[in-house]
């Protein structure tokens, strides 16, 4: 079964760096488009980056463009979101996500295999 374990959050002071994990199974990873999304208290969730098979191209919403690097290991089976100067406006539970293609609404709203996901939050 479709299994995704996110890791690496944490609390962190605004300008900090994090790096994201998460491992998936279940699936062969190689042929998915692999996604992150996030989560604030409160709010519903929100799309934040993707990364197409092979990892040759890599698309950013534009609130964390410049500051998040997405990137992927097929031999691990491992996404990764490379996350520096960090701010309190970043501060979400982050999940990852698997899909065929750029559309990422469609992962987000009819996705069913979540993760726990985990904790960013960016405070002084």
Not at 38 to 45: F, H
Not at 70 to 84: G, K
Request: charged share 15%; proline share 2%.
């Amino acid at each position: 079964q479709v299994q995704l374990v996110e890791s690496g959050g944490g609390l962190v002071q605004p300008g900090g760096s994090l790096r994201l994990s998460c491992a998936a199974s279940g699936f062969t990873f190689s042929s998915y488009w692999m996604y992150w999304f996030r989560q604030a208290p409160g709010e519903g969730l929100e799309w934040v980056s993707s990364i197409n098979t092979g990892g040759s191209n890599a698309f950013y919403a534009t609130s964390v463009k410049g500051r998040f690097t997405i990137s992927r290991d097929d031999a691990e089976n491992t996404l990764s979101l490379q996350m520096n100067n960090l701010k309190p406006e970043d501060t979400a539970r982050y999940y990852c996500a698997h899909g065929r293609g750029s559309d990422y609404e469609t992962v987000m709203h009819d996705y069913v295999h979540w993760g726990q996901g985990t904790q960013v939050t960016v405070s002084s």
